[in-house]
């Protein structure tokens, strides 16, 4: 029996198990999965929380639901991987051997990364919305809040979801206008990008949007510190910025495990092949998901796109061929834009997010880098696609690469 | 100075106006580069940091980030963002004649 290993059974990881158990011999193949929880989040719905548009019980199954009935499940913390010996040592002092390894351990927030995100203010006046504790903690702190200044800060680059910051303070628009008190709301979009998003052309237009929403805007701020006693975000070059509540969202990591099994670069991501998602350093080892440390989005649609890549390489490799299909970068975002509407942008490592229709060119329904209805609907629709086509494995009706075909140049 | 930076002006360059080949790039036109950032002058502490991102992207193929510099430059954060003022690896890296780091997407 070969031996196919997955540490981490997030978004990527339980995609990955799906596809490749229909793919793999059952009288060959021996399949292990490992994660330290029992509960799958469906993290996209974590921004809605705090605005009360859903509650913990939105987001939550337990992953077991989603594992193949015959493949070997093993709840617990990893201790490290040593690729050199082909194993991974369990914190409960089991050890597991592979002929193939999948790492999709993901990416965390590390608030403690900034002096003085945890001194005391930690879930009282600053938050994250990346945790389901943080978000639950932040839509109990709205519910009761009258208004004053409101920092959303983006810590450092790469974040998980980089479009989501922008979705928060569009919908903290919408949601403190429906309560009555958006007159009392400063909303500040605080990021050390030199605009409102990664890529140019997205970046004019959804700065525009922040204008047009009354969304102040101030960019190429780096976060050195908090200050508790004067309640400010403070950059390395000494400007302070006023809050008092504060939205952050910390420095994103790769697990702990990576960096202790000496895989890691400075943020314990994995130095992974952009192309074949192939680990840059071990042949029978890939990386799948937030834990590469790619220069595409970290996103549940970016690692679905891996997934389909990665599937047909997996089967390559195994098969003694070389990896042929090669990962573009593409990324699919619905953005929630406030008062039911949504944007969407469809982009690669090439290509930057442009205007058009989508998936069907000319026709869409869904319409790129404008605000609609339609997007929205889209949005919502998402969640039980996930749940039903995506973690599953099963067929969604968009490309794994990026078409041109209705964008406008 | 006018000499130089119509040196800089003939360089070829990418989208984000780094000079596509690193061969073209001399300690003059580092100067050069530097006044267009708004650094009139490069010390001592500014060639440290340039130096090393040079070294390091002959060994690794990238700029290093500016986690990395932090931790092997020598050279602390606070004194980076003070040298190179709102974008220390990006701007380093320009200086130095190198792609934008792939970090900073």
């Not at chain 1, 070969?2 to 978004?11: N, S, V």
């Not at chain 1, 508790?228 to 702990?256: C, H, Q, R, Y």
């Not at chain 2, 290093?64 to 602390?76: C, D, M």
Request: aromatic share 10%; charged share 25%.
């Amino acid at each position: 029996m070969k031996k196919l290993l997955i540490l981490g059974a997030g978004t990527a990881g339980t995609m990955m198990l799906n596809k490749l158990h229909g793919m793999l011999d059952k009288n060959e193949w021996q399949i292990t999965i490992v994660d330290q929880c029992e509960t799958h989040y469906y993290q996209p719905g974590f921004l809605f929380i705090p605005f009360g548009i859903y509650t913990k019980k939105d987001v939550v199954k337990p992953k077991r639901d989603f594992f193949p009935s015959d493949v070997d499940v093993i709840i617990s913390e990893i201790d490290k991987i040593e690729p050199e010996q082909n194993r991974v040592l369990l914190k409960n002092n089991v050890v597991l051997t592979y002929d193939y390894l999948i790492i999709a351990t993901g990416a965390k927030i590390n608030p403690a990364q900034t002096e003085g995100m945890k001194d005391g203010q930690w879930h009282k006046s600053i938050f994250d919305f990346y945790t389901i504790e943080g978000a639950c903690a932040l839509g109990n702190f709205f519910k009761h809040w009258k208004g004053g200044k409101l920092v959303v800060n983006i810590t450092e680059m790469p974040i998980k979801c980089p479009v989501a910051p922008l979705e928060f303070v569009f919908l903290a628009d919408w949601y403190f206008t429906e309560r009555g008190i958006r007159d009392n709301v400063d909303i500040h979009f605080v990021t050390p990008l030199p605009g409102a998003f990664t890529k140019p052309r997205a970046s004019s237009i959804l700065g525009d949007f922040l204008n047009k929403k009354n969304i102040l805007l101030t960019t190429e701020f780096n976060i050195a510190r908090v200050d508790n006693e004067k309640k400010a975000i403070v950059s390395w070059d000494e400007t302070e910025i006023p809050f008092d509540v504060l939205v952050t969202i910390p420095t994103n990591m790769g697990d702990e495990i990576i960096a202790r099994s000496g895989m890691g670069d400075e943020l314990n991501f994995v130095p992974t092949d952009k192309g074949t998602l192939r680990s840059l350093n071990y042949n029978n080892v890939f990386v799948l998901g937030d834990a590469t440390n790619l220069p595409s989005s970290k996103a549940g649609s970016v690692a679905h796109f891996q997934a389909d890549i990665l599937t047909e390489n997996f089967m390559n490799v195994i098969e003694g061929r070389e990896p042929s299909e090669k990962f573009d970068g593409h990324a699919n975002c619905f953005i929630e834009s406030g008062f039911g509407k949504g944007i969407l942008i469809d982009f690669n490592y090439e290509t930057e997010p442009l205007p058009g229709k989508f998936p069907l060119p000319g026709v869409g329904p869904f319409s790129l880098l404008e605000e609609t209805k339609m997007n929205h609907y889209g949005k919502v629709m998402f969640r039980w696609m996930y749940w039903n086509f995506l973690l599953k494995g099963l067929e969604m009706p968009i490309e794994s690469h990026m078409s041109m075909a209705g964008k406008r140049m | 100075m006018t000499t130089v930076a119509t040196e800089t002006k003939t360089l070829e360059r990418d989208a984000d106006g780094h000079i596509k080949n690193i061969s073209d790039w001399n300690e003059q036109i580092a100067n050069a580069l530097a006044l267009e950032e708004g650094i009139p002058v490069l010390t001592e502490r500014h060639w440290a940091v340039i130096n090393f991102m040079r070294k390091e992207f002959q060994e690794k193929g990238d700029a290093p980030s500016i986690r990395r510099l932090t931790k092997e430059s020598g050279v602390e954060t606070k004194e980076l963002y003070a040298l190179f003022p709102k974008g220390p690896a990006k701007k380093a890296a320009k200086i130095a004649g190198l792609p934008k780091p792939k970090g900073c997407i």
